[in-house]
Structures are given as C-alpha cells and as structure tokens.
C-alpha cells in the first residue's frame, strides 16, 4: 500500500504572491505522481502528472510540481497565486504495486489554499 | 472530458432506509471508484470494480455495497443509512494502469437525518 501526507490543511496566502504545498508519499519503489484541485461544488480535476523524465512537471495555469525522489515528495509550487487559485488541492500516488493493474490511486487529506486580495 | 454523470446530485434521507446512488459513464473504461468525501478525511475508498460483476472491498466499506451488471454503470448502496453516512460521495473512472489517473464525476451530497 501507500500513504500520501500533505503536511498543511490551510494555506492562507495573499494574491501574486508565491505558494508551495507540500506532499511526501511513503513508498520509494517507482510510482507516478498526480496532484488533483477540487474547485467548490465541483469533483476533482487532473492539475499535472508525474510518470516519468523530467522531475519538474508544469500545467496549463502556471502551477508546477517537482519530483524528489531520495525525499520521496511532490511539492506544489505557484510563483504568484491569484484569487481563482482559491480550491482544495489533492496529492495523490499511484499504487507501488506495478504489477497490480487496479490502476489504484492513494489521496492525501488535501490543502485549502485560500488566496487573499 | 470524460462523461461520467452521478445522480442525485443531492439527497435527504431519513436514518435506516436503503439509498442507491448511481455513477453512469460513457467512456467504457473498465475500472470505476466511489470514494466518500469528510473534512479532514479526505478522499476514503468505499469500493472499486475492475470489471462487470466484479468488484470489491476499499478502506470504509462497511454499511455499503455496490453492484455493476453493465460497463458503464456502478451502483452504490447504503443498506440502512446512518447519519454517519452523511458525506460527498464521488464516483471515478479509470482506464486501468496507473499512469492515465482518474476522472471523477460532479458528486452527490447525501444528508442522512
């Protein structure tokens, strides 16, 4: 199994400013890595992936994530967050189980970000 | 994106009576989830299917059951709600290895009182 700890609940920042949540995950065996953003009301939706190449992985609105994996994590990171950034986001990594073709996905607790004017 | 539909997309129902909630999709993809969503809990498994008639057993599946006689449908049961079952619950669909993630449906917000 695996076990994804996002270390902050609350993330409170004021707008253009920089944010970065944290995701650790326990297994160091190879895994893909996602983070999912959850606006209100609404299911979660796919923000970026890690499978495999280049450690550092951006999507479309600016958000980048890098994988370290000797420190097994998969930070979250934003030069300057604007108020529509405002949304839980979710960690979530792939069974280590490679042979398992559950296609399972462990989820951390996830981080309100909560953007400021 | 992906179709995937839940209906209701909210409930009220009164402790002890039997509740279906219904995940439709329209991607033929062979995997599909219904997790519950509870502040500070996160996203909890209830039960997965790889697969018509075959499903089983995530982290909370106590008080649940579930059923997929066709492809594009997964069933969630609560046999006797409680009002612990009050929750958002969300359906995913999976192409099946790991590496394509998940889709999720819009959820429904069920209050059991």
């Known amino acids: 199994a695996q076990s994804v700890t996002q270390l902050d609940s609350q993330v409170p920042v004021f707008e253009e400013a920089p944010v970065e949540l944290r995701c650790n995950y326990s297994?160091?065996?190879?895994?893909?890595l996602f983070w999912y953003v959850q606006y209100p009301n609404q299911g979660l939706q796919l923000l970026l992936k890690y499978l495999s190449g280049s450690t550092l992985v951006e999507s479309i609105n600016g958000f980048e994530a890098e994988f370290n994996k000797s420190q097994t994590s998969f930070h979250l990171r934003k030069p300057s967050v604007h108020i529509s950034d405002t949304a839980e986001y979710f960690c979530?990594?792939?069974?280590?189980?490679?042979?398992?073709?559950?296609?399972?996905?462990?989820f951390g607790r996830g981080t309100q970000l909560t953007v400021w004017p | 994106d992906a179709g995937i539909t839940q209906s209701p997309r909210h409930k009220v129902t009164e402790t002890g009576t039997p509740v279906t909630l219904r995940c439709h999709q329209t991607?033929?993809?062979?995997?599909m989830y219904w997790y519950r969503q509870d502040p500070g809990h996160g996203l909890r498994l209830i039960h997965y299917s790889y697969g018509v008639k075959d499903t089983d057993k995530g982290e909370v599946s106590d008080g649940y059951s579930v059923s997929r006689s066709k492809t594009e449908d997964f069933l969630l049961t609560l046999e006797s709600a409680t009002s612990s079952q009050t929750s958002v619950y969300f359906c995913?669909?999976?192409?099946?290895?790991?590496?394509?993630?998940?889709?999720f449906g819009s959820g429904t917000r069920l209050t059991v009182v």
């Open positions: 297994s160091s065996v190879s895994v893909y």
């Open positions: 995913a669909i999976s192409e099946g290895t790991t590496n394509y993630g998940y889709t």
């Open positions: 991607e033929n993809h062979r995997y």
């Open positions: 979530a990594v792939s069974d280590p189980d490679r042979g398992s073709t559950l296609g399972r996905l462990y």
